[in-house]
């Protein structure tokens, strides 16, 4: 049997703070207090938990699952979607939380006081299941039992945080080596942790003005630590970068040419297909119009190969807790599906819209949607969508100018309904009118006999809008 307080939490602080370190006694309290709103556990019975940047909620969060009898099951990112996702599967009974969002339970920020009240100790069996690891990078989750994660914790003590410094992590809390090789460990070993995880900018921020013990990264939130602070290396004991998947030498080299940019805070680079690479940037917030021109050229420059380069310059380049990029999200900068292969960006339309019919107000024309069309990816994952903004911009735009190429730009939409799912494969008949001497546009997308979506298009009015 295995001790929860006494073998994870002493009485030294648990969490560092200027204002009011957090002890183990004050962090085992908030946990059983917060275990018994819990569900009852059932055989195999899992409470996830997304706790994206607060460590006290997340090891509250951890202990009052372990002390409820449930296994805390971790995700992979912090996307809504995701967690809805999981929130499916059978052995999840609930949730906790330190989001915005209103529903299952959010660990509270109202924490007992140290010394406030006591709780009593709780000891479970080391065969009962502790954490599940859901990775969208592996085939299916990795479980790990009580005596299994204080095995694999014990395995790195000698290399680990001194007690003296406090220890601090860019990976989320959910990730397998943050918790493993930090998380647990320092709590273990009397270490106390930053109040904030993750690479968010408030974290890094932290990061940078904290004398740490160990930090456990990854290469890119690495980048962004240097690129913000560069002295930050000289305040850490001790760094740990958890490696990015295998790179070929021309991907790394392609990445560090960009990572070498001032304007740039990440990057990433790999084989898209053939002799084709894909890099995508992602420019720093405070870059000025010029530097990200100056940008554009150094990564004209890079494209002009060898090798051959597509670049993308990016809002958002999503990584995991991990710090790994999001393979789907990062393929789909360039068109392709989650398995790199490229999609199909245009509609078939049959061979009578190629023509201009400006000579009649009623037109009808036939369309055939792609079952690898590129709008479907992730909208949504197992049921695609065809969106409505696509519908209008893909089907009834495109149609026009094909129809009436005199009428193509839309002063403003009216009486839009979007009353049947568009899916992959589905053929089509967009159906165009004319009304009111051409100041409406009327607009039907059919599926057979079943209406689809329709709506009415009202022309900018300097546009010649009907028939000679």
């Known amino acids: 049997m295995i001790a929860l307080r006494a073998t994870y939490l002493g009485h030294a ?23 018994s709103q819990l569900p009852p556990p059932r055989p195999g019975s899992h409470i996830l938990i997304v706790c994206t940047h607060d460590t006290r909620a997340f090891v509250t969060a951890l202990f009052a699952t372990w002390v409820r009898g449930h296994a805390g099951a971790l995700p992979p990112d912090y996307r809504r979607s995701t967690t809805t996702q999981l929130l499916d599967r059978p052995e999840i009974v609930g949730l906790l939380h330190d989001t915005a969002a209103g529903r299952a339970i959010r660990v509270s920020t109202d924490y007992a006081p140290d010394g406030s009240a006591t709780a009593e100790e709780h000891a479970i069996s080391s065969e009962t299941a502790a954490v599940t690891y859901h990775d969208h990078h592996a085939a299916s989750p990795l479980h790990r039992s009580h005596g299994e994660l204080l095995a694999r914790v014990d395995a790195v003590v000698d290399s680990a945080v001194s007690p003296a410094g406090a220890a601090a992590t860019t990976l989320g809390a959910a990730s397998r080596v943050a918790l493993e090789s930090l ?8 270490a106390p942790l ?13 990061i940078c003005g904290s004398h740490l013990g160990q930090l456990v990264t990854a290469p890119a939130h690495w980048h962004r630590l240097l ?41 990433h680079a790999e084989l898209l297909s053939g002799n084709t690479y894909g890099l995508t940037v992602r420019i ?12 554009e050229s150094h990564l ?17 380049l999503d990584r995991d807790v991990q710090g790994r990029v999001d393979r789907q999200a990062w393929y789909r900068h360039f068109g392709r599906d989650a398995d790199g292969n490229p999609l199909t960006t245009t509609l078939v339309w049959d061979p009578a819209a190629a023509e201009p019919q400006e000579a009649t107000d009623e037109v009808h024309l036939g ?47 009216s009486r839009l309904k979007f009353t049947q799912r568009i899916c992959p494969g589905d053929r089509l008949v967009l159906i165009l009118r004319r009304t009111s001497g051409g100041a409406t546009i009327a607009f039907e997308v059919r599926r057979g006999t079943v209406s689809c979506s329709a709506g009415r298009m009202h022309p900018s009015r300097d546009e010649p809008t009907s028939s000679p």
Not at 242 to 252: F, L, Y
Not at 253 to 264: K, S, T
Not at 307 to 315: E, H, K, L, Q, W
Request: one cysteine or more; aromatic letters at 6%.
């Open 367 to 413: 369309i055939h949607v792609p079952t690898d069309y590129a709008w479907f990816e992730g909208h949504f994952p197992g049921y695609p969508v065809m969106a409505g903004a696509v519908q209008l911009r893909e089907l009834v735009l495109a149609g026009l100018r094909r129809a009436w190429p005199s009428v193509t730009t839309p002063r403003s939409w």
């Open 183 to 190: 998380i647990l460990l320092a709590l273990r070993r009397g």
């Open 13 to 35: 602080a648990v969490i560092a703070s200027a204002e009011s370190p957090v002890s183990g006694d004050a962090v085992w309290v908030d946990a059983c207090r917060l275990a």
């Open 284 to 295: 720093t917030p405070t870059a000025t119009p010029a530097a990200a021109c100056r940008l």
């Open 194 to 206: 930053l109040p904030r995880l993750g690479a968010d900018d408030l974290t890094l921020a932290q």
């Open 227 to 267: 690129r913000r602070d560069p002295a930050v290396a000289d305040r850490i004991a001790t760094v740990v970068t958890v490696p990015s998947p295998a790179q070929d030498p021309t991907a790394r080299h392609l990445a560090a040419a960009a990572w070498a940019r001032p304007e740039v805070e990440d990057a």
């Open 300 to 316: 004209d420059a890079l494209a002009g190969g060898p090798p051959r380069t597509d670049t993308r310059i990016v809002s958002a």
